[in-house]
């Protein structure tokens, strides 16, 4: 793969721009794209979608930042009290995040938005966006995890991405030393590019709560903070041992599709480490700041009573579930029921995890998924 150099000069040469903005984003790309050539081992398909993908989020920084110079009232955009959905992947999130895009009062991040917020949707009609993800996809034998299409619900990754700052690329590659950054990485840039997206995707349009979500802000809820400090959190809940085995199973089918040579143990650890890493954080930040702006929902409560819970999360918010969003999410319900986060594919010996190993690394957040929601691990 070039290196950094080459792809930011391919970027502007491919747009005509050279403004992207505060430089923050270089020192990310500049340390994935040596992990990539030295450690992730692609194949030809991994080396021209990774390519591809760096490449899109570069071309879209230079645009955002051209939008915003010809429009400089953008900024004026206010992003007020958005609700953000987070905890460990797994967890029925996704499907948490289809059921609330069912309000028409309210606004979510669609896939197409995430990889392509240029131009900003008030400015084109009959929008239709093409994913980076889906260029991925079109990889023989690629299976979708979650629901997918143009104008579902995305999580922030993409918009993470345009600093460079972003898990997905942990999904897509062997990125041990990128890993290790982004691990301990100051999020406060990553975070603050993504309002700056947002108010370019809101602007022109009216003006409606922002719906958001991605498990990895479970690492860094404190720069989060800093960005949304008026943000409120719901936080999906599920065993620790169901969640590790079914995210390495999605790791390992994604990133298969890019090396012939897969790595399995370091898939592995590094998904218990992150993930324990995450939670251990998570709270951290709820011990110090307090439960108040948290709602929590465990999985099977979810999976028995989806609008149920959606409708108490709104009497927590102080808004009301209409009859058309009501409707809207049994719909959904209904039809997605094979899309939904089912058990693991394989089971845990299948990828050599000892589940004593993780049982003790989660010990004191069973203890409060209890608390949070009634409800222990399994």
Not at 96 to 106: I, K, M, N, P, Y
Not at 119 to 148: I, M
Not at 365 to 371: E, F, L, S, V
Request: proline share 6%.
């Amino acid at each position: 793969m070039d290196n950094a150099r080459v792809l930011i000069r391919a970027a502007m040469d491919a747009t005509g721009l050279a403004d992207f903005g505060p430089d923050s984003f270089r020192e990310g790309l500049e340390i994935l794209v040596a992990s990539l050539n030295a450690e992730a081992r692609l194949n030809a398909t991994g080396e021209h979608v990774l390519r591809e993908r760096i490449l899109g989020h570069l071309k879209q920084r230079l645009q955002i930042e051209d939008w915003y110079r010809r429009h400089p009232q953008i900024e004026d955009e206010q992003i007020t009290r958005p609700l953000i959905g987070l905890g460990l992947p797994r967890t029925g999130s996704t499907a948490l995040s289809f059921l609330l895009a069912q309000d028409t009062r309210a606004r979510y991040l669609s896939r197409g938005e995430a990889a392509n917020p240029c131009p900003p949707p008030s400015t084109v009609e009959n929008d239709r966006r093409e994913s980076l993800r889906d260029a991925a996809e079109t990889v023989a034998g690629w299976k979708p995890h979650v629901p997918s299409g143009e104008f579902a619900p995305a999580e922030c990754q993409d918009l993470m991405s345009l600093e460079f700052t972003s898990q997905i690329f942990l999904a897509f590659a062997r990125v041990p030393a990128y890993a290790r950054w982004l691990e301990d990485a100051d999020l406060t840039a990553c975070y603050a590019y993504e309002r700056r997206a947002l108010k370019l995707l809101q602007w022109g349009r009216p003006t409606k709560p922002w719906r958001l979500k991605a498990p990895t802000h479970l690492l860094y809820l404190e720069a989060l903070d800093r960005a949304f400090p008026d943000a409120r959190f719901v936080m999906t809940h599920r065993d620790p041992t169901d969640v590790m085995v079914s995210v390495i199973d999605v790791y390992a089918d994604i990133n298969g599709k890019f090396t012939d040579d897969l790595d399995m143990q370091y898939i592995v650890d590094l998904n218990i480490a992150m993930w324990a890493e995450g939670m251990r954080r998570a709270l951290a930040f709820r011990r110090e700041h307090g439960d108040e702006r948290f709602f929590d929902i465990h999985f099977k409560d979810m999976q028995q009573d989806p609008v149920g819970q959606v409708r108490k999360l709104y009497d927590w918010l102080g808004e009301t579930v209409s009859a058309d969003f009501a409707g809207g999410m049994r719909q959904w319900w209904r039809q997605n029921a094979a899309n939904r986060e089912p058990g693991p594919a394989r089971k845990d010996q299948d990828y050599g995890i000892d589940l004593n190993r993780v049982r003790p690394l989660f010990n004191d957040y069973a203890g409060q998924m209890a608390a949070w929601t009634g409800r222990g691990a399994p």
